[in-house]
């Protein structure tokens, strides 16, 4: 029998989803912010025939995946990212090394460290029992990071769907698109720039590290060489870097985990921003939005520091541009069975 914290949770939760999507109702005309309207062939209402209860499915699998693991949510709105940023919003991030695909699981950003392919599973398992071949896996995983982010008490969206699952996948792209933990912050403007992104968006989109966990191997270059010369990063404010450095070794402990938020670590809030502006972000992609010298981005960290309500605001409207990307619609791709596999393969 479940717990009463279990239960309380599940009543949590069900309730967070509930008053978000009361407080953003259904697709209207003129919902989408200016020059973020879906791409033709995609829209909130595509499912509404074929299978109106998508979103219902998708959110009942999130709610026991979170229950069990908070951290999952954090690893499902990651996916997104790690999808759209290489040859758009396909899914070609789920695919695993099979005939004629080299996974881009195995590029450097992405081995060891992207994670929640069980749950998309699970997710696409329910939904090809209630609506076989109807929706695709690029759609689940933008179904499954908006879910994963209003049951953290993050902001709902409206989804543009219709999108079609690649038949193929891009490791090297993967390699040479993902920003690296230790970019610059000119590094990271580019990387945004070359999707189409400005630095609203890169900053925006940043905050999904308002929830989620970290490997110390990805910030360990500031504790004890940040610039090569064996010292560390002077931007980190020294109480952080003395409780970083207590369970980051300089040898050893790469796979411990910190939170990339500490104060809040589970709830999508803006915590994130104000975290940066005291010397306490924890990878040096965070930190450099603050210290990077650039006045534009530097205004917008203070600004969403102070204003949860902007910060929301300006996610909803770049997290839909993001989900813009390139996507693949009609007979130029398929709607997987399994999203691991390409359909001639199964």
């Excluded at 029992?129 to 695709?136: D, F, G, L, Q, R």
């Amino acid at each position: 029998m479940a717990s009463s914290k279990t239960v309380l949770a599940a009543i949590f939760t069900a309730s967070l989803y509930l008053t978000a999507t009361l407080a953003f109702p259904a697709h209207h005309e003129g919902a989408y912010p200016v020059g973020q309207s879906p791409k033709p062939d995609l829209s909130p209402d595509y499912y509404k025939a074929t299978c109106p209860q998508a979103d219902e499915i998708v959110v009942s699998v999130l709610k026991k995946a979170i229950a069990k693991e908070q951290r999952i949510a954090a690893s499902l709105l990651r996916l997104l990212f790690h999808d759209c940023f290489v040859q758009g919003c396909d899914a070609s991030v789920l695919l695993d090394d099979n005939d004629g695909v080299v996974s881009e699981k195995n590029a450097i950003p992405n081995k060891n460290s992207i994670r929640g392919f069980e749950v998309i599973d699970e997710i696409k398992a329910a939904l090809e029992e209630a609506c076989p071949h109807t929706v695709s896996c690029a759609d689940t995983i933008a179904l499954a990071a908006r879910g994963s982010t209003v049951l953290s008490g993050g902001p709902y969206w409206e989804i543009p769907l219709g999108r079609k699952d690649s038949k193929t996948a891009n490791m090297m792209l993967a390699n040479k698109n993902l920003p690296p933990p230790n970019a610059t912050l000119r590094r990271l403007v580019k990387f945004f720039q070359r999707q189409g992104l400005d630095k609203v968006d890169l900053v925006a989109l940043s905050g999904s590290h308002t929830i989620g966990m970290a490997r110390c191997v990805s910030f360990k270059q500031r504790l004890y060489n940040q610039h090569r010369d064996n010292k560390p990063d002077k931007t980190l404010e020294k109480l952080f870097y003395h409780t970083l450095a207590s369970v980051c070794p300089r040898t050893g402990g790469d796979s411990s985990i910190r939170p990339l938020n500490f104060a809040s670590p589970a709830k999508f809030d803006n915590t994130y921003y104000k975290l940066i502006l005291e010397g306490r972000g924890l990878l040096n992609s965070d930190q450099v939005l603050w210290t990077g010298n650039d006045p534009e981005i530097a205004d917008l960290v203070r600004s969403y520091a102070q204003n949860e309500s902007l910060f929301f605001e300006h996610y909803v409207n770049s997290i839909i541009k993001m989900g813009n990307i390139s996507p693949v619609t009609g007979y130029n791709g398929e709607i997987r069975k399994n999203c691991r596999v390409v359909n001639k393969n199964i």
